[in-house]
């Protein structure tokens, strides 16, 4: 019976997460100062984390493929990518399916609704804690924020 139990077990757990993968992010740019930039979550609010860009060392996250969700386990909640105002961040609300697709260099690139284009790092975008005032953080509006440079986001080697 215990054998029975823990067979059972092994594959509900394999079931649960056969379609989920650790992924690390790193952008991508023509600008050496934002290019190899990996990403932190930094807390900015109930339920929210801003994405940071910066040197030194990138977050794990999971990305779920037959969802096409990209996500984040803080406490007992997933944070799931998505776009707020032109602000990407992980969160419990607002979440965009995301896709890693392959180019013509062989980088897999994160897409929302299909195209990796559209992403920027930029300074100052108004976070409530100023967090973006010396550090590099991941938009889609570059509008009204400083020191902006278009990017990519590749799935970096683990």
Not at 112 to 117: F, H, I, K, L, T
């Amino acid at each position: 019976m215990k054998f029975f139990t823990f067979t059972a077990l092994t594959a509900l757990v394999a079931s649960v997460s056969a379609g989920t993968s650790n992924v690390k992010l790193t952008t991508v740019s023509g600008n050496r100062e934002v290019s190899d930039l990996g990403f932190s979550a930094l807390h900015e609010g109930a339920g929210f984390n801003y994405i940071r860009a910066a040197s030194g060392p990138t977050e794990t996250y999971q990305y779920d493929e037959e969802k096409k969700t990209l996500f984040m386990q803080a406490g007992k909640f997933p944070y799931r990518f998505g776009i707020v105002n032109g602000i990407a961040q992980f969160g419990v609300n607002g979440f965009n399916e995301v896709e890693f697709k392959t180019d013509e260099s062989g980088r897999e690139l994160l897409t929302v609704n299909g195209s990796p284009d559209g992403f920027y790092v930029c300074k100052n975008i108004n976070d409530p804690y100023n967090f973006s005032k010396d550090s590099y953080f991941l938009v889609t509006d570059p509008s009204n924020k400083d020191d902006c440079a278009e990017v990519l986001v590749q799935k970096a080697d683990e």
